[in-house]
């Protein structure tokens, strides 16, 4: 057995002993390596519907009411009792959380959760963690280099949380341990940080929990509600088609939502409907599953600058027109995406992902600023149908112009996809650009068709394959 399956092994009987029920005759947590997937549950036996999967004793879980540190450390979680910390806000879920994840990592063996805090991950293949180089396969992208955060979660992190563990020693470490400098903080920080982000999940109250509800998926990385690592449900991976929810109550109970879950089914947690570039973001991973949920983002100076070409007039008369408008109402950005339906009880992924249209919001703006056209050039500006016209062969050259920004084709990308040992980054990179552009030329096929809606690529393969 090597360590790999020694940690979960012990994992498991810890969870037990936490007071953890997990059903063994059913299930195991499985080696998935191999598939670049970690760790992973899977059943080993036909598993009926609704069956409680497992349970989590809340106070297993790891979080500011479980831990010892914010009694340890009043004046930092609560703001309001220090002089030092006056300054500073309060800090929200995420950092505080960071913090007891610091605390109880440095505590070592003193920790109650040790073994579960062995298998946790120690490196990550979220864009944050990635070279200049690897980044450089995401031009173009929606995964922007400021989108990704670095040096604002560096900043963060410095100042909110490495610098609480270097003013108190004394609490973060036990007597006689080695202690980290600064920057050796700042990455056991970052991995921590990760950690949450990819593990970690949004806490219901007991009392305020509803069947119904999207469980077990965080939805809000940036607000208040309690954060918590909740060991054994975040050994569950997750898929766009899912097979399992997380059910708040007095313990957290995962169940199963289909009617039978045949043996050598993995358990599928769901994170939301997000795109590719969302997906690997959070998480660090990419399935094809959740290409139907991509998004693409069209610049509105991407679609100016169309539009001056169309009608030949030059940048300056288009500001001219544009300082007529009202300057918050003029988006900078506009999202292109699918309507993917919601998945199914059974966590199914049930109709086709259509492109409706290219997006309401690009079309009021421009409408907007058409009429602007219209008072002061009138004739530049023709009757309505042909105005349609021009909003439709504006937006083909914004497309056109967009997909060439990318500094690959999507023959290109098809090509590398089907290279042998390309890097999984690298990969990853490419399934990100390539949906988007796949995306793109949906809208482009639309524009230029006329035509009501075009399906996703990906449904009609999936289609022809089921015949
Ligand atoms: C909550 S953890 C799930 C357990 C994890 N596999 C482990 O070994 O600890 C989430 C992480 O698991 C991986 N993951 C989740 N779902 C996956 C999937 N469908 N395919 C590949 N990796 C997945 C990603 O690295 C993600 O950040």
Same mark, same amino acid.
């Given at each position: 057995m090597d360590e790999f399956e020694a940690a979960t092994g012990r994992f498991l009987a810890w969870f037990k002993v936490a007071g953890g029920n997990f059903r063994d005759d059913l299930l195991e947590i499985r080696d998935l390596r191999s598939q670049d997937a970690g760790r992973g549950i899977v059943a080993i036996k036909?598993?009926? +519907?609704?069956?409680?999967?497992f349970t989590?004793?809340?106070?297993a879980i790891i979080n500011v009411q479980t831990?010892? +540190?914010p009694n340890k450390l009043p004046e930092v979680f609560d703001v309001s009792i220090d002089d030092d910390y006056e300054e500073s806000e309060p800090l929200e879920s995420w950092g505080s959380l960071i913090l007891v994840m610091l605390y109880e990592f440095l505590q070592g063996e003193a920790s109650r959760w040790k073994p579960y805090i062995d298998v946790l991950p120690q490196s990550f293949d979220t864009p944050l963690f990635w070279s200049v180089n690897e980044l450089k396969e995401l031009e173009g992208t929606c995964l922007t280099i400021e989108k990704i955060g670095k040096?604002?979660?560096d900043d963060m992190l410095r100042s909110r949380i490495v610098s609480v563990v270097l003013k108190n020693p004394a609490i973060f470490y036990p007597e006689g341990a080695s202690q980290l400098n600064e920057d050796e903080l700042l990455a056991l920080a970052h991995r921590m940080g990760s950690t949450i982000m990819s593990y970690a999940f949004d806490l219901e109250n007991e009392d305020e929990h509803s069947d119904e509800e999207e469980e077990g998926w965080v939805e809000d990385r940036e607000g208040k509600t309690l954060l918590g690592m909740v060991p054994m449900a975040d050994i569950l991976n997750a898929n766009a088609d899912f097979n399992a929810h997380v059910n708040h109550g007095v313990s957290l109970e995962v169940t199963t939502l289909r009617d039978t879950l045949p043996a050598g089914s993995e358990i599928f947690n769901y994170y939301g409907p997000l795109p590719s570039s969302e997906l690997l973001r959070r998480y660090g991973y990419v399935t094809p599953e959740h290409h139907r949920y991509d998004v693409a983002e069209i610049p509105w100076s991407v679609v100016?600058?169309?539009?001056?070409?169309?009608?030949c007039v030059s940048d300056d008369v288009l500001t001219e027109i544009e300082a007529q408008l009202d300057e918050d109402e003029l988006e900078d950005y506009f999202i292109i995406e699918r309507d993917s339906g919601e998945p199914s009880s059974e966590g199914r992924l049930s109709q086709p992902a259509l492109l409706r249209e290219v997006s309401a919001e690009l079309e009021e703006q421009f409408k907007t600023l058409l009429i602007a056209f219209k008072k002061s050039k009138p004739e530049l500006i023709p009757e309505k149908r042909k105005r349609d016209e021009i909003y439709s062969a504006v937006v083909a050259r914004a497309l056109t112009t967009k997909l060439a920004q990318y500094p690959s084709s999507v023959e290109e990308d098809e090509t590398l996809l089907k290279r042998d040992g390309l890097p999984k980054r690298h990969r990853m990179a490419v399934e990100v650009r390539l949906g988007e552009k796949r995306l793109l030329q949906e809208a482009l096929a639309l524009v230029r068709g006329g035509g009501d809606h075009v399906e996703h690529e990906g449904e009609r393969a999936g289609k022809k394959a089921k015949r």
């Open positions: 036909d598993v009926p +519907l609704e069956t409680t999967l989590i004793p809340r106070d831990s010892e +540190l040096i604002e979660s100016r600058s169309a539009l001056g070409n169309e009608l």
